[in-house]
């Protein structure tokens, strides 16, 4: 294995671990704040998970761009290609990251409003799912990098 194989792998592995971090950090805030809610109200189940596993993409977009990015290991042969795949991958690592977390901030709000008015229920969807367009332009991006 040389020298840039160990660059590429580095910055997969910083991207699933990123993103991972974003999106636990995001569930750890929607699932505890679901919690409350429910433990008032065990009804509004349905109106508060989708909000609850919003910030869970995050995870898996990361999961995603590891193993398209993994595919690209084997053609790797100098350090610049090792640093070229570490940038591919940076984007969806740090849009990941810090989406997860904001996006699990803003759903909890989100849930905690549920909780007190059931109607808001799919009005309210659309907050959180704004800032998953920024997960999804990290993870347009990174796609596109790795295929150059």
Known sequence: MNTGNVIGIIGIALCVLLCGIGSSIGLYKTGTAAAGVLGENPKKFGKVLVLV????????YGFIIGIIASSSLGDITTVAQGWTLFGAVMPMAVSGLITGFFQGKSAVN??????????????????PAMIEFYAILGLIISIMLVAV
């Open 53 to 60: 596993l919003l910030p869970a993409t995050q995870g898996i």
């Open 110 to 127: 989100c849930i905690y409003a549920v909780g007190k008015q059931d109607s808001l229920g799919g009005k309210l969807i659309i907050y």
